[in-house]
């Protein structure tokens, strides 16, 4: 098949979403498809990603930064000197209107999404190549989705069929938070839009059935899956590790959605035992777990340091004992699976998962006996002891059954993909 891809993230630069697309386009080249790339450049992410197709099957185009607007307005003006009262009056009335405007901002030119600047360039760039190269089918991936918006254009002038692949939902999104206006507009543009595509993909069995509920026909399900080829040979083995028990973190955490005070509560109990742990953290938005930290009084077991590249973290798991993760607490996250969770598949280390029990990460680590989940200090407090003394008394910890991780490699991820594409373009 002869393939394009439009997706605003892409390697090297390192999201989540850019990953997911990555990974698509090597394994679908492998398998032998012609695969081209229509991308935006200099992306907000550090590009920390290797590209793994050829530079000239990637097109990297300019676009409009519809957020200068708001970061002028979201700039704050130098305090005024022995302001007084009157000053720090007059300074919050000037904050609100500037949250005033920041929000009627984002609120008329984010739509539908803050990288609708990347539409003109795209749909532009994509014509040039598009002369001498025709796709039998097109592949977006969302969000943001303004990459539908492209692939719907592209479709219609060249008259080939295009996909939806939908790590989110779009206004259903669980933290959709326009005004109702704004929604009946975006939701009619989502209709129009979605409808359009020959065929959806999505990330979890919930989010399926949410498409099929609402737009009457099935979403092929293409988890996110992980790559072995990304991670050490040690990976193979147990761990070996000597010394405390290593508990290990990588990526954000967000305030408000995922909380680690169970686990801090848990090694406070441990008493004397707690300095036979070490828990690290390696990432992003890291402050409230600082801040916890101090709370909780473990700051002589647990670590805080900044991110790492995308390889090194995988390095750095498979030489954990455990890995957190940080379930969502909001039971509206529930259909979402979490790309840190594949990765946690992938280095084939036991998961103690944090947080909400009912979601599908919850789900799928329990089923597949890929670790411990729970939201309740006391049970992982017990399972901590557990690991404490079969570290000590064994020097490692044992790895999780490669078969219980073999259907998640990106690779098997990709042939339900491809034979979904096969069977639209016959």
């Known amino acids: 098949m002869r393939i394009l891809i439009v997706s605003y993230a892409f390697p090297p630069f390192n999201s989540i979403g850019g990953v997911r697309v990555g990974k698509t386009a090597k394994y679908l080249a492998r398998a032998g498809h012609d695969v081209r790339v229509i991308a935006a ?7 920390t990603l290797p590209l793994e197709i050829p530079e000239q099957q990637v097109v990297y185009t300019r676009w409009l930064n519809v957020r200068k607007p708001v970061e002028v307005v979201s700039k704050d003006a130098p305090p005024a000197k022995d302001a007084g009262k009157e000053g720090a009056k007059r300074s919050g009335v000037r904050e609100a209107l500037k949250s005033g405007v920041r929000f009627g901002l984002r609120t008329f030119l984010y739509f539908p999404d803050a990288n ?6 795209a749909v532009r760039e994509a ?7 025709r796709p039998e089918i097109i592949l977006a991936s969302s969000p943001p989705p303004s990459t539908l918006l492209v692939a719907r254009r592209l479709a219609k002038k060249y008259g080939v069929p295009w996909v939806a692949d939908l790590r989110d939902l779009w206004v259903d999104h669980q933290y959709y938070d326009q005004p109702r206006w704004r929604e009946r507009l975006e939701r009619r543009l989502e209709r129009s839009v979605l409808g359009s595509a020959a065929g959806l993909v999505t990330v979890s069995e919930p989010l399926a059935e949410t498409l099929k509920t609402k737009y009457g026909r099935s979403a092929a399900l293409v988890l996110n899956g992980f790559d072995p080829s990304d991670y050490p040979d040690s990976n193979a083995g147990e761990s070996s590790l000597k010394g405390p028990l290593r508990i290990l973190y990588t990526g954000v955490v967000y305030e408000g959605r995922q909380d680690p005070s169970p686990l801090f509560s848990a090694l ?4 004397p035992e707690m300095k036979e742990v070490e828990v690290t953290f390696y990432g992003s938005f890291l402050q409230k777990v600082r801040e916890l930290v101090a709370v909780y009084g473990v700051e002589q ?15 750095m798991q498979t030489e954990a004992d455990v890995l957190l993760l940080l379930l969502w607490n909001d039971p509206e996250h529930k259909g979402v699976y979490t790309g840190k969770l594949f990765e ?17 990460a919850a789900e799928l680590i329990e089923s597949r006996g890929l670790g411990f989940v729970t939201n309740d200090a006391n049970e992982i407090l017990e399972r901590l002891r557990s690991w404490i003394k079969e570290k000590r008394e064994t020097g490692r910890i044992p790895v999780v059954r490669a078969t219980e991780t073999a259907r998640f490699s990106r690779e098997e991820q990709t042939r339900v993909l491809e034979r979904y594409l096969s069977e639209l373009i016959k």
Not at 128 to 133: E, Q, S, V, Y
Not at 268 to 271: D, I, R
Not at 344 to 360: E, F, K, M, S, T
């Open 41 to 47: 450049q200099d992306q907000p992410f550090p590009p």
């Open 116 to 121: 609708i600047g990347w539409f003109p360039y």
């Open 127 to 133: 014509a040039r190549f598009l002369k001498d190269w």
């Open 268 to 271: 406070k109990e441990l008493g």
């Open 301 to 315: 077991v647990v670590q805080i340091n900044d991110p790492v590249p995308y390889r090194e973290s995988l390095r």
């Open 344 to 360: 946690y598949i992938g280095a084939r280390r036991p998961i103690l998962a944090v947080g909400n029990a009912g979601d599908v």
